[in-house]
């Protein structure tokens, strides 16, 4: 789900591919907020880059929010 542009079409195509009884199953990273190493990781890359820190590193942990 992470990496994917359409989160909703993501669902729908894992959901027509299941078997019947079959279970659709997945997980996400939660915020920098409860994740230290992806807050100490962001941080870092943050120091390294300090006026253009690369913006890819908050696609994982930007689907934590249950809305």
Known sequence: MVFFLDKPQSCREGHR?????????FNVW???RYNPFGRVAHGLLQ??????????YRVPFGNHEID
């Open 30 to 32: 939660d915020s920098h």
């Open 17 to 25: 591919v299941l078997t019947p009884g079959g279970r659709y199953l």
């Open 47 to 56: 120091k390294l880059f300090p006026s253009d820190p690369p913006q890819f």
